[in-house]
């Protein structure tokens, strides 16, 4: 399954947006997928993840903000952020989990830029 993002931009702080992971077949048969996010000089950190028992998580620093969902219906994962802050500034790419740990397989992500 291949996993496409798009919905980034350019936001002021306090802002909002809303990212789409498009899978090109049924994530019904997918551990989890998460949000991960590298902004420059830093790694790729996992953001959120949505498993396909309707768990979800989240690193402490987005709690509150950024919230995780998914359509089956459309294979699809949602990330929804509010309240964005310079420091969410990054590019932002989803992954898979097929139940051994994410794959090392990334796409080209969309950039999240949030000016102050």
């Known amino acids: 399954v291949q996993l496409v993002e798009s919905g980034g931009g350019v936001v002021q702080a306090g802002g909002s947006l809303r990212l789409s992971c498009a899978a090109s077949?049924?994530?019904?048969?997918?551990?989890?997928i998460g949000w991960f996010r590298r902004a420059p000089g830093k790694q790729r950190e996992l953001v959120a993840a949505?498993?396909?028992?309707?768990?979800?998580n989240y690193i402490d620093s987005v709690k509150g903000r950024f919230t995780i969902s998914r359509d089956n219906a459309k294979n699809t994962v949602y990330l929804q952020m509010n309240s964005l802050k310079p420091e969410d500034t990054a590019v932002y790419y989803c992954?898979?989990?097929?139940?051994?740990?994410?794959?090392?397989?990334w796409g080209q992500g969309t950039q999240v830029t949030v000016s102050s």
């Open positions: 992954g898979a989990d097929y139940g051994l740990g994410y794959a090392d397989v």
């Open positions: 949505s498993s396909n028992d309707d768990s979800t």
């Open positions: 077949g049924s994530i019904l048969s997918i551990y989890a």
